[in-house]
């Protein structure tokens, strides 16, 4: 099993619908959370950070994390087409010195006109 | 302006050569890591370093080698080793406090494309 789980899609919504993201994962130790996204041969970019439970929001977008549950999501409100992308979560744990990056495999989403 | 770069941004390497992937930044960050991204699969880290002069496997090292004889570049070696090298590989930077890196985000580079012809 795998750390992290993402259902990799494709996800494909009409313009301006909302978006619901999410990932589980198995190991408790996580602490931060957060979703890049990747736009068609580039790098991921940091979209929302969000340490240990509860949610952010940051204008059309909405991070939660339930660590009872071991799940985290991303809500994308009035989903554009510039919202077209592959969305990766990643998270982190406490561990020594060096915090290594655990990455889902990425949930590519088509928002269309 | 401050980034990463990474060059080139295709790559094509024939059977048996080596080939070095470029990464460089300039945003002071003392950590860097190279990645791996295969279609369906997560980031894979290959190598990182969180201080010059210094680096550690990830988890794909097999068939790979670094250096890090300046802060700003972190250059990636496939060697002839590699048995499947075609892939997408980013290199990525993070800011650090002391010997310890910070929960912060880290910033990627465009990516280089690698194809063994």
């Known amino acids: 099993q795998k750390e992290v789980e993402q259902d990799p899609g494709p996800l494909s919504v009409p313009e301006g619908a909302i978006v619901s993201l999410n990932c589980t994962y198995s190991?408790?130790?996580?602490?931060?959370f957060m979703w890049y996204r990747q736009y068609s041969r580039k790098g991921p970019e940091l979209l929302m950070y969000?340490?240990?439970?509860g949610n952010k929001e940051d204008g059309r977008f909405t991070a939660q994390v339930d660590k009872s549950s071991k799940y985290i999501s991303l809500f994308i409100r009035d989903s554009q087409p510039s919202d077209s992308a592959t969305y990766l979560c990643?998270?982190?744990?406490?561990?020594?010195?060096?915090?290594?990056?655990?990455f889902g495999a990425g949930t590519r989403l088509a928002v269309h006109p | 302006d401050g980034g990463i770069t990474q060059s080139p941004k295709y790559l094509f390497r024939k059977e048996g050569q080596n080939v070095t992937l470029s990464c460089e930044q300039n945003?002071?960050?003392?950590?860097m890591y190279w990645y791996r991204q295969d279609p369906g699969q997560g980031l894979r880290l290959i190598y990182y370093s969180q201080i010059v002069n210094d680096f550690q496997k990830g988890d794909i090292a097999e068939g790979y080698s670094v250096s890090r004889e300046k802060k700003e570049s972190f250059p990636l070696t496939v060697t002839s080793a590699q048995k499947n090298p075609t892939a997408f590989y980013l290199c990525?930077?993070?800011?650090?406090?002391?010997?310890?890196?910070?929960?912060?985000?880290?910033?990627f580079g465009p990516g280089t494309r690698l194809t063994v012809l």
């Open positions: 990525a930077s993070q800011r650090t406090s002391g010997n310890t890196v910070l929960h912060n985000e880290q910033f």
């Open positions: 945003l002071n960050h003392d950590a």
């Open positions: 969000t340490y240990s439970s």
């Open positions: 190991n408790s130790a996580f602490q931060y």
């Open positions: 990643a998270m982190s744990a406490l561990t020594g010195g060096y915090n290594k990056l655990i």
